[in-house]
Structure formats: structure tokens, C-alpha cells
């Protein structure tokens, strides 16, 4: 009987473990193809947190969201494989092989002429730009807020930054961003 | 869409940003939704076997660059060591057997040279040895 109710409760973990994987998983990998801007790497370390998130689901306690918890791994894992890349010169000549005229290229036409998507797509192309020459900290926080449209409060908790320090780093990466654009 | 405002203290934006920054979330969102609608797990698999192989084999061979050319170092100090002991032996060998010869030269000369020599007091301490008998 006990038996019975463990098997019960384990096929319970496992059904609502796969939802989270299904609900979280393409949100996961948009974030660390954003940040990373290698699909690959991306892929492998959306696997990563999920399997990491696998083995410690028994300590989620729900205290955060599952995205932002989520989130954080991601974060942490991506983190992680960058500092264990110890040849900076490695690290910077993979980071600008990435084509950013092929990333700016899936932008949708909408209801704009020819001419205004040219120039939105030369726009977003100066974006790409300026994200990848941010700091990895600002460069998170900045995708996290505009393009994954999360909120301070919930930026706060997949970082562990404080807030104050997130709009420190939103601001500086705006700056940036308006620099680039004007300077065109 | 608009991004959610979360904060009287978020930074200001103008339309013109605002546009832009959708606009960089669309392509974000469509080039993901493209990337992840397709398989790419045996290229990375591939890549990955790759990468590590010829990782090892470069690490392998920068090991034994290494030791090889620390072995080849040591050898060679330890050549040029015994081929300066050799030298500094030769050199005391010359320097000893020209010493030798000087030396030898030198006794030559003063058995030479030299003679019995008469005291030249000897005549003196006589008169001085008949004066006290007298």
C-alpha cells in the first residue's frame, strides 16, 4: 500500500516537473540564446538547468515562481560556464564570431514600408550591438526586463540583486543604448 | 505590446526607443521560437567530441613538449658540465707539468751554479783563537 502511494506520488512529481519543462523550457532558451548568441551553447545550457532543476526539485519550496527560479539556474549555469572559460581571448573571439545581421534579420514586417523596416532592422541591428558589449550584469538584467518583460521584483529574485542595483544597471544599459542610436 | 511599467523610477523612454526595444524583443522572440522548432542536438554532439578530442591532443602534446624539452635542457647542462670538468682537468694537467719543468729547471741550475765557498771569516775567528792562547 505505502508502496503504491510512493508510486502514485512519484508519477505526480514527474507530471508536474514535465509541465514546468514544458511551459519554461522555450522562455529558458530565449533568454540564454539572447545572452549568449550561440545556439548551441544556448541549447546545452537550457538541458543543463533543467537537469539541475530535475535534481533539486524536491527543494523548490515555491517561495519564487518556477520561471524565476528557473531563471536563476540559467543565470548561475551560464555564469559559471563563462568564468570556467579561463583564455579571455577565446571567450572574445567566440562571442563576436556570432553573426549579428543574421539575428537582426527576424524582425517581423508588420504593417511598416519598405523603407521603415529597413530602418528598424538597422535599429535593432545597433541593439544587438550595444547588448553584446555590455556587461554580463547589465546585459542580464537588461534582457530580462526587455525581452523577457520580467519586473523588478522578479529580476530581483532570479539575479540576487537588489533592486536599486538593477536600475542602476537598466540605466546604464538604456544610456547605452540611446548612444548608439543617436550617434547613427 | 508595451513593456510593463514596474516603477515610477524605471528610466524614462521616448517612443522612438520604445519602438526599437520591441522591435529587438521581436527579433529576440522569432529568431527563438526558428532556433528552437529545430533539431541541432548530433551537430553539437559532433562538435562537442571534436572539440574535446583535439583538446586533449593539443594538451597531450604541449605535455610532452614540456618534459621533452626539460629532459633535452637538463642532458645538455649536464654535457656541458662534463666537458668543462675535462677542460679544467687538461688545464691543471699543462699548468702542473710546467710547473714541474720550472722547478726541475731551477735545481739544475743551482746545482750548477753552485760551489763551496770558503768562510770568509775563517781567517778572522783563527787569529781570534790564537789570541786567547797566547
Known amino acids: 500500500m505505502a508502496v503504491e502511494a510512493s508510486r502514485v506520488d512519484g508519477e505526480a512529481v514527474a507530471l508536474e516537473f514535465s509541465n514546468i519543462v514544458l511551459a519554461h523550457r522555450p522562455q529558458i532558451f530565449r533568454f540564454l540564446l539572447a545572452s549568449t548568441r550561440d545556439v548551441d551553447l544556448a541549447e546545452t545550457l537550457t538541458q543543463e538547468c533543467f537537469l539541475k532543476a530535475h535534481r533539486n526539485w524536491d527543494g523548490f519550496r515555491g517561495e519564487s515562481s518556477a520561471m524565476t527560479w528557473l531563471m536563476r539556474i540559467a543565470i548561475n549555469l551560464e555564469k559559471d560556464h563563462w568564468r570556467n572559460r579561463r583564455l579571455a581571448f577565446w571567450r572574445h573571439a567566440r562571442t563576436n564570431s556570432v553573426d549579428l545581421d543574421d539575428a537582426s534579420d527576424w524582425l517581423p514586417s508588420g504593417e511598416r514600408s519598405v523603407e521603415q523596416q529597413l530602418i528598424a532592422r538597422e535599429k535593432v541591428a545597433q541593439v544587438w550591438e550595444v547588448v553584446a558589449k555590455l556587461s554580463g550584469r547589465q546585459r542580464t538584467v537588461f534582457l530580462l526586463r526587455y525581452v523577457e518583460d520580467l519586473d523588478l521584483s522578479d529580476i530581483a529574485r532570479a539575479t540576487g540583486l537588489s533592486e536599486g542595483t538593477i536600475k542602476a544597471h537598466l540605466s546604464r544599459a538604456l544610456s547605452k543604448v540611446r548612444t548608439e542610436l543617436r550617434g547613427n | ?134
Open chain 2, 1 to 134: 505590446m508595451s513593456f510593463r511599467r514596474v516603477s515610477q523610477d524605471e528610466p524614462q523612454m521616448d517612443e522612438s526607443l520604445k519602438q526599437t526595444l520591441k522591435d529587438y524583443r521581436s527579433s529576440v522572440h522569432a529568431w527563438s521560437a526558428a532556433e528552437y522548432s529545430q533539431p541541432h542536438r548530433a551537430v553539437r554532439i559532433y562538435k562537442t567530441s571534436w572539440r574535446v578530442a583535439a583538446s586533449w591532443g593539443m594538451g597531450c602534446l604541449l605535455a610532452f613538449a614540456s618534459v621533452a624539452g626539460g629532459v633535452y635542457e637538463r642532458q645538455h647542462l649536464k654535457e656541458q658540465a662534463k666537458i668543462a670538468a675535462v677542460e679544467a682537468a687538461r688545464q691543471q694537467k699543462i699548468e702542473a707539468e710546467q710547473r714541474n719543468a720550472s722547478e726541475d729547471l731551477f735545481a739544475k741550475i743551482d746545482s750548477d751554479v753552485s760551489r763551496e765557498v770558503p768562510s770568509a771569516m775563517e781567517p778572522l775567528a783563527k787569529m781570534m783563537v790564537e789570541d786567547s792562547t797566547e
